[in-house]
């Protein structure tokens, strides 16, 4: 099938990608034009795992290909995602006009039939707005879809190819057909592809990741109970995930969420309850709790240190939201790097891929390490921020001779407790023992 995807971001690219994966003929278009052009040349502009190959694969099988022009891209189209940015405005409330203003441009230009599938979050209603800016535009017949993304970054790849369900929402029953055409190949194993309308498809969306953000509040409150009473946040989290009823994933206490999705969607479905007169009690303490929970480690650093850590000197790793990822965006390490900073201590920092980003925030206010033990030499104590492998099993005699204390504030709970007091470390991680 002929597919154009418009804006090749994180969604778009994985998605187009993806899609010429089982054979159809896709155009990725994006306005950017040194985006396209380093694109045509097989350059991928973001990291994510498997992508590449596929990426090259689909590419040299002239089954992938970039643009800038929209009109050729769109033409032979039978179905013309969305994948395109919707950040918070102002307000909290989603920003819409890149989608509205690429389906105007859309409406200007289609000659036949053609399938509009917004693969962006979008809020409740967005379908109906496109519709909307679309009739203004054109009489040509078209569906406005709304198809939501479940992917993770770090394993978007499999997520798309194997998805644990697909949701469409249309009414429109030539829609229908195309988009079960288009998804029959991923779900070969019977997972389900979800057919509803188009505002029960965009509200899954949101309630799906202001639920598993939810959890993640939730885990965190518990970890903060079990630092209070004496219990082990990662028993509790065994005990409780082993009723299938709650399930065994996304019960990780931590640092707090973070990255690109999670903040900005929990935001904007409570700004969309407000906006109905909804007092959506629940997203709000989800909200606060996540605020807090971003704090807690500088917080222990700080009690540890009698509240004084002016010239001290931290190694950190992690700087990444999460691993397998070299996205920062609304990473807890942003946070804690502006409060040791801020409290007058210095900080020397690694992550396998997010470190060219962070240079980009943050600049020189920070040193880098060229590995993980390059960043402990003369550290007063050892921060973990993001739970890449690498970490997990590091060599621990390194690590006591490199450290000037054998001190270490884990936000990721890597370590087993008693193997760390065995190995003469303090060790300070979330809701389990010190
Ligand atoms: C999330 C959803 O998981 C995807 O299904 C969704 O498609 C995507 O948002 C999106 O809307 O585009 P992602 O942001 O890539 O995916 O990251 P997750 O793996 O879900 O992690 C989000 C945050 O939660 C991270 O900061 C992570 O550290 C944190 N987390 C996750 C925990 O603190 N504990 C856990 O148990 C799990």
Not at 23 to 52: F, H, R, S, W
Not at 109 to 121: A, N
Not at 138 to 144: G, L, M, Q, R, S
Request: some cysteine; overall charge negative; aromatic content about 8%.
């Amino acid at each position: 099938m002929k597919i154009a995807v418009v804006g090749t971001g994180y969604v778009g690219l994985v998605t187009g990608t993806c899609l010429a994966e089982t054979g159809n003929d896709v155009t990725c278009v994006d306005i950017n034009v040194q985006k396209v052009e380093k694109m045509k040349a097989g350059e991928l502009p973001i990291y994510e795992p498997g992508l590449e190959q596929l990426f090259h694969r689909n590419i040299s099988q002239g089954r992938l290909h970039f643009t800038t022009d929209l009109a050729s891209a769109i033409a032979d189209a039978k179905i013309i995602f969305l994948a395109l940015p919707t950040p918070p405005g102002g307000d909290g409330a989603a920003d819409l006009s890149y989608v509205l203003g690429a389906a105007k441009d859309i409406a200007k230009i289609i000659t036949d039939y053609k399938v509009i599938v917004t693969k962006s979050t979008v809020p409740v209603g967005t379908a109906d707005k496109v519709r909307a800016v679309m009739a203004a535009e054109t009489t040509i017949e078209y569906a406005v879809v709304s198809n939501p993304e479940f992917l993770r970054e770090g394993v978007a790849v499999e997520d798309f190819m194997k998805p644990d369900r697909v949701v469409v929402g249309t009414t429109d029953e030539r829609a229908r057909k195309l988009m079960a055409e288009l998804y029959g190949p991923y779900v070969r194993q019977g997972n389900p592809v979800i057919f509803m309308d188009e505002r029960s498809s965009e509200l899954t969306k949101y309630a799906a990741n202001s639920f598993l953000a939810t959890k993640i509040s939730f885990m965190n409150e518990i970890a903060n109970m079990c630092e209070l009473v004496g219990a082990d946040v990662d028993m509790v989290r065994r005990g409780i995930g082993a009723d299938e009823r709650i399930g065994k994933r996304f019960l990780f206490a931590g640092i707090g969420y973070g990255g690109s999705c999670f903040p900005k969607d929990v935001q904007a479905l409570a700004k969309s309850a407000e906006e109905n007169n909804y007092d959506f009690k629940i997203l709000n303490s989800v909200m606060s709790v996540n605020e807090i929970q971003k704090k807690v480690l500088v917080e222990k650093v700080k009690k540890y240190y009698n509240g004084d850590i002016k010239g001290k000197h931290f190694a950190l790793w992690g700087l990444a939201f999460k691993p397998e990822t070299d996205d920062i965006r609304e990473a807890p390490a942003l946070y804690i790097i502006d409060e040791l900073i801020a409290a007058g201590a210095t900080v020397k920092a690694f992550d396998p891929e997010a470190m060219p980003n962070i240079k980009g925030v943050v600049g020189d206010k920070i040193a880098y390490g060229n590995n993980p033990y390059d960043t402990l030499e003369n550290a007063d104590a050892l921060l973990i921020l993001t739970e890449w492998s690498l970490f997990r099993t590091p060599d621990f005699d390194k690590l006591s001779s490199a450290l000037k204390a054998k001190v270490v504030f884990d936000g990721r709970n890597l370590y087993d407790l008693e193997k760390m007091i065995d190995c003469g470390f303090y060790y300070n991680s979330i809701g389990r023992k010190v």
